[in-house]
């Protein structure tokens, strides 16, 4: 283990090392180029904040608003029939927004249910299974400059839900 610890403290500088070197064995203007590079993500950064903002203030705006805690209670007959837990419905939804909000979510629930009951085990399974469409949509597509996203949005949906079923599924055979 005290290997490894050391080979991590002198990784990261062989690799900056090496690819200065290179770079140079390249001929290549490296710190130019790296400047370039920076003002290039300096610039995706503030072309990308507005829509990070938003994002952020909406799903902010809804969870303290109660209206997660009001979509669960109107879709509980269908989840529970479905074997998803209600209060893993404003999860779902909050996922597909922001990750970081989801994550608190997920602690609030493995405080009241606990992270190794149905709902614990659920959500574990689920975090990993979903991914926040609207966020690396928003994100790459306008970093990237795409302005037809075609059947995006469908299929990630789709993903969502299929990743949804296989965390019920999966959860329930550990239980």
Same mark, same amino acid.
């Given at each position: ?35 370039? %590079?920076?003002? /290039?993500? #300096? ?5 990308? &904040?507005?829509?990070? +903002? $938003? @994002?952020? !203030? ?7 608003? %109660?209206?997660? /805690?009001? #979509? ?5 007959? &269908?989840?529970?029939? +479905? $074997? @998803?837990? !209600? ?19 997920? &602690? ?68």
């Amino acid at each position: 283990m005290n290997i490894m610890t050391q080979m991590s403290d002198v990784i990261i500088p062989i690799i900056i090392f090496f690819v200065v070197g290179y770079g140079m064995a390249s001929r290549v203007k490296v710190y130019e180029t790296f400047l370039r %590079g920076a003002k /290039e993500g #300096l610039r995706i950064v503030v072309d990308i &904040l507005p829509t990070l +903002v $938003g @994002l952020m !203030v909406a799903v902010g705006v809804l969870r303290t608003s %109660g209206f997660f /805690e009001l #979509l669960g209670v109107l879709l509980s007959p &269908l989840t529970e029939a +479905v $074997g @998803l837990p !209600v209060q893993l419905v404003p999860l779902l939804v909050v996922k597909m927004f922001s990750s970081s909000a989801a994550t608190g979510l997920v &602690l609030d629930i493995f405080k009241n249910s606990g992270p190794d009951s149905y709902a614990g085990m659920v959500t574990s399974i689920l975090m990993s299974c979903t991914e926040t469409i609207f966020y690396t949509m928003s994100v790459y597509f306008l970093a990237a400059r795409v302005t037809r996203t075609r059947y995006t949005l469908t299929g990630a949906l789709l993903a969502t839900l299929v990743g949804t079923v296989a965390s019920i599924l999966l959860a329930g055979m550990m239980v």
